[in-house]
């Protein structure tokens, strides 16, 4: 008897555990954290050991500042790449041996003689890491996306950025000398309670939202509406975000498609601001209108995915996929290696431009100098030209660094996607060149940029058709017709890589960035999600009531039927 | 000194203390407090007032009780023949059969996906068959086990008893066979039943877009409601305890009722 009731116990302990097996699914991002840790944990091994020796060397500086790093899972350079894989710019190759953190611990000692032992671990989505931080992890310096940064800002836990940190004369603050015009303006502009983004974060990586999709199956056009989602065309064939935020965007895109695609709101003078607010509208009629268009999302679209969409895409199970630029620009490298052509579109109505940036949190900094000394340090380490184009490679994100006075940045674009004109195709092509695209290019080489052998050879009056100009001078110089930042570029990568990592300026010209909303609008937005996901209990047919009732009525009377059966033969 | 029995249970003790009990406890106090911290009931009313989480709920057991049914279905015969057959290596069989679980699942569910595209074309059509083929595919080895074990140590001269009494092989199957491997049928159905109602990873993974319990304590908090979903995780705490309870009470039964024969 007792045995048995100690059965009972265990297995409702086991199933308890099973209970909280999913939960710990969730926690994913805990887990990689602590890999994470224990791989940071090696590297500080090593440089404990390597900072042992040198104790006895330098025992009056033996003083050492440890940084608690927390960013998103595979969003840094971890070295080891091939002797092929090296970046050869006009400028220098470039070739990632080291982890980037490494490289970094190894700079700050030869440039501040201080050792700094950086604690690297990651973080899956924004919420994690919010509820990472709630839950009582000390981070120091994180890496979340704007809206998350502005809810931390609006809630007093960042540590400003330092006057030094924005003094341009120094040679190591690599960040606010290379940062992008363009974005240094976003960053500027945008404020939540009064304080510009600027004051508290910096930027790492950007992007926008857009579809890929197969051209094949599916026209630019088709493409390039969010109302592509719900699509009867492509039923069962296209893939949404598994999340609340992005669905909602696009949602909010294809529900305002006549207003967002008219001629007089295009044209209307506070274009920019109309269109984020409209973007950022939260009121219960849009939001009810979202969740009606989700509903049909739902019946139309091949599922809400959370990371199988790139997957799913490149094997061809749908041909259209909503995805961020950076992802996009993954998709379509892996797709090409199996000779397989994707396109991204930018939907015409808007699109999600996002920043992740780099802040640093009161709980971890505090009022410790040397460390917010170290923590700016790492940003401008991960803003040097050379590093920038290391994670761009490794990540497929797009920095937010143009470089500056460094041409490297620019030259890695060109590196990646500008014309490569071989002998051949040149010939064939001679015939059809055109005059003004040749004048252009020639242009173009006057001024100096063609620096390449093999686009200056091109730029000399045989332009092939089919490569064009990309003005991207909005982003590098500020000055969108900038002849330094024109990339001569096949045509076909305006919808394809080029499109997606260095949006055209037209594209972000219908960008809009999406606020952080108050607690009581993210509960009506969740509560509208969990409308869409949640099956309805109120679907549930009355047959199907009727059904469980006699079934119910059928068990019961079965059990009490066969304890007097019971009794009746075999007595007690 | 000496290690007696009491000894030898500290550690599982420990563990017990600290991964159950401890996280109970926390799952408790926020399930009954709202965001100032004050006892509150609303969690409570608010699930079973809401037509989405009792619809979850609803969608959550039709998924368990369908699995564990064609799980059962499945194991049973297999792992009857396995256990009475006269197979020398049965005990190889058996391992065959529990190997998979020593691969990762996601990875075969993976590859579960692929298959099922092959052979219907588009998953998305089938949400919810998917859902139940990709369970059964992860849990039927914790069905197959305890069943094959009970079956195994089964007496023989028991059934030989009963047909000596004049049971033809139906009859003794079915009462004596069945009754007596009930333990292990019920605990298999525990093993599948609960987990299948929670593992919305399955579901994630076959693109069924419907929550279930697991991904709704999961949007819960993503959206930094730890109380709402503190709730939903009692409330299946719940549906277990009554679960084991009820099966449990049967137990003691079914062994009189075998041995009376």
Request: one cysteine or more.
């Amino acid at each position: 008897m007792k045995k048995k009731r100690r059965c009972q116990m265990l297995a409702l302990a086991l199933t308890a555990a099973f209970l909280a097996a999913p939960m710990n699914a969730m926690a994913d991002g805990d887990a990689a954290n602590a890999e994470s840790a224990t791989l940071s944990a090696e590297g500080t091994e090593k440089t404990g050991a390597a900072s042992a020796d040198k104790k006895n060397a330098a025992a009056s500086d033996g003083k050492k500042v440890t940084l608690r790093v927390c960013n998103w899972e595979e969003y840094i350079d971890l070295g080891d790449w091939d002797e092929e894989e090296t970046i050869d710019l006009e400028s220098g190759d470039i070739i990632g041996e080291n982890p980037m953190v490494e490289d970094f611990q190894e700079w700050y000692r030869d440039t501040y003689g201080v050792d700094v032992e950086v604690e690297y671990s990651t973080f899956g989505t924004n919420e994690d890491l919010y509820n990472m931080l709630t839950l009582g992890d000390v981070y120091d310096l994180v890496c979340p996306s704007e809206y998350m940064f502005m809810k931390l800002m609006a809630e007093d836990q960042l540590v400003p950025l330092s006057d030094a940190f924005f003094d341009e004369t120094d040679e190591n603050n690599y960040y606010m000398r290379g940062i992008s015009p363009y974005i240094r303006k976003v960053f500027e502009e945008h404020e939540i309670e009064g304080k510009p983004w600027s004051d508290f974060a910096a930027g790492y990586m950007w992007g926008i939202t857009g579809i890929v999709y197969n051209p094949e199956v599916m026209s630019h056009e088709e493409a390039s509406s969010w109302k592509v989602l719900s699509n009867p065309k492509f039923k069962r064939r296209v893939t949404v975000k598994d999340n609340v935020r992005d669905s909602y965007f696009a949602a909010v895109g294809a529900v305002k498609h006549d207003l967002l695609t008219s001629p007089e709101f295009i044209n209307s003078p506070d274009y920019a601001k109309r269109l984020e607010e409209e973007m950022n509208d939260v009121s219960p009629e849009t939001i009810q209108a979202v969740q009606d268009y989700l509903q049909d999302v739902r019946e139309n679209a091949y599922s809400f995915e959370t990371d199988s969409g790139k997957a799913d895409m490149i094997t061809g199970k749908v041909v259209a996929n909503y995805q961020w630029s950076g992802d996009a620009v993954y998709s379509l490298d892996q797709a090409e290696e199996d000779d397989y052509i994707l396109n991204f579109a930018v939907p015409e109505e808007a699109t999600n431009i996002y920043f992740d940036g780099w802040v640093m949190l009161k709980a971890g900094i505090g009022e410790d100098s040397e460390k917010q000394h170290a923590a700016e340090a790492f940003i401008n380490f991960l803003s040097r030209p050379d590093n920038v184009i290391r994670n761009m490679y490794y990540i497929g994100y797009t920095s937010v660094i143009a470089g500056g006075d460094d041409p490297r940045v620019f030259e890695y674009c060109d590196w990646c996607y500008g014309a490569e004109e071989d002998e051949e195709e040149e010939d064939v092509d001679e015939a059809e060149g055109e005059a003004e695209d040749s004048e252009e290019a020639e242009v173009a080489e006057a001024d100096g940029e063609a620096e390449d052998e093999e686009d200056g050879e091109a730029a000399d009056g045989e332009e092939a058709s089919g490569t064009v100009e990309y003005p991207l001078g909005y982003f590098f110089s500020g000055d969108p017709a900038d002849e330094d930042f024109i990339l001569t570029t096949d045509e076909e990568q305006l919808q394809r890589q080029l499109g997606s990592q260095y949006p055209s300026e037209e594209s972000i010209s219908r960008s809009s960035i999406m606020i952080y909303f108050t607690a009581e609008q993210n509960e009506a937005i969740n509560r509208m999600w969990i409308n869409v996901r949640c099956f309805n209990i109120l679907d549930v047919p009355v047959w199907v009531w009727i059904l469980l009732g006699t079934a119910a009525v059928a068990l019961v009377a079965g059990i009490l039927g066969r304890k007097q059966w019971k009794k009746k033969y075999y007595g007690d | 000194m000496r290690l007696s029995r009491k000894t030898l249970g500290i550690p599982y003790a420990v563990f017990l203390l600290l991964f159950v009990a401890a996280p109970l406890l926390v799952l408790i106090y926020f399930a009954f407090t709202n965001g100032s911290g004050q006892f509150t009931l609303a969690n409570f009313t608010g699930f079973f007032t809401d037509p989405n989480t009792l619809g979850t709920l609803f969608y959550s057991l039709c998924i368990a009780f369908v699995t564990t049914l064609v799980c059962l279905l499945i194991a049973y015969p297999t792992a009857y023949i396995l256990a009475r057959s006269r197979f020398r290596r049965s005990g190889v069989l058996i391992m065959l059969f529990v190997l998979p679980m020593w691969i990762n699942f996601t990875l075969r569910i993976t590859a579960m996906k692929e298959i099922l595209t092959m052979i219907e074309g588009n998953l998305a059509y089938w949400p919810f068959l998917n859902s139940v083929i990709g369970m059964t595919y992860d849990f039927l080895p914790f069905m197959i086990l305890p069943i094959y074990n009970t079956i195994v140590r089964l007496d023989d001269s028991l059934i030989e008893a009963a047909k000596d009494l004049g049971a033809n092989d139906r009859s003794a199957f079915f009462r004596v066979t069945l009754p007596l491997s009930a333990p292990g049928i019920l605990s298999g159905i525990a093993m599948v039943f609960l987990p299948a109602m929670t593992n919305y990873v399955v579901l994630d993974m076959l693109y069924n877009s419907t929550y279930i319990m697991g991904s709704l304590i999961g949007s819960y908090f993503s959206a930094y409601n730890w109380h709402g979903g503190s709730m939903i995780a009692l409330i299946l705490l719940a549906i277990i305890c009554i679960f084991t309870l009820l099966t449990g009470g049967d137990e003691e039964d079914t062994r009189t009722g075998g041995t009376h024969l």
